[in-house]
Nanobody
Framework: QVQLVESGGGLVQPGGSLRLSCAASGRTFTDYCMGWFRQAPGNEREFVATISGGGALTSHADSVKGRFTISRDNAKNMVYLQMNNLKPEDTAVYFC????????????????????WGQGTQVTVSS
């Protein structure tokens, strides 16, 4: 059982930066792979990034590689998404999610692998 709360969203100009945070509650946080997904109005929910339980493995969507970085601090039960060089097409509601371990690493780009979801935080990139 994991509860997730995102924060850090807001309005930023193109080229700007934001850091999203996800606070997790639960006694087995390290057992979960964590992911970030986003959904813009009229669009499907899409994968952004994921990180393994111990933090050794990360994966980022092609659209954000080189600009976004996922990280975690298991001592604090926190997951982060550092977003740099933001573009208007990054505008979306961003969701933090937790997935049970044990699947193939490549499976964690699929939203159906995630068991718990936060409420989402709005990121708007506009000039």
């Amino acid at each position: 059982q994991v509860q997730l709360v995102e924060s850090g969203g807001g309005l930023v100009q193109p080229g700007g930066s934001l850091r999203l945070s996800c606070a997790a509650s639960g006694r087995t946080f390290t057992d979960y792979c964590m992911g970030w997904f986003r959904q813009a109005p009229g669009n499907e929910r899409e994968f952004v990034a994921t990180i393994s339980g111990g933090g050794a493995l990360t994966s980022h969507a092609d659209s954000v590689k080189g600009r976004f970085t996922i990280s975690r601090d298991n001592a604090k039960n926190m997951v982060y998404l550092q977003m740099n060089n933001l573009k208007p097409e990054d505008t979306a509601v961003y969701f933090c999610a937790a997935a049970r371990g044990g699947y193939l690493w490549s499976d964690y780009v699929q939203s159906r692998r995630y068991n718990f979801w936060g409420q989402g935080t709005q990121v708007t990139v506009s000039s």
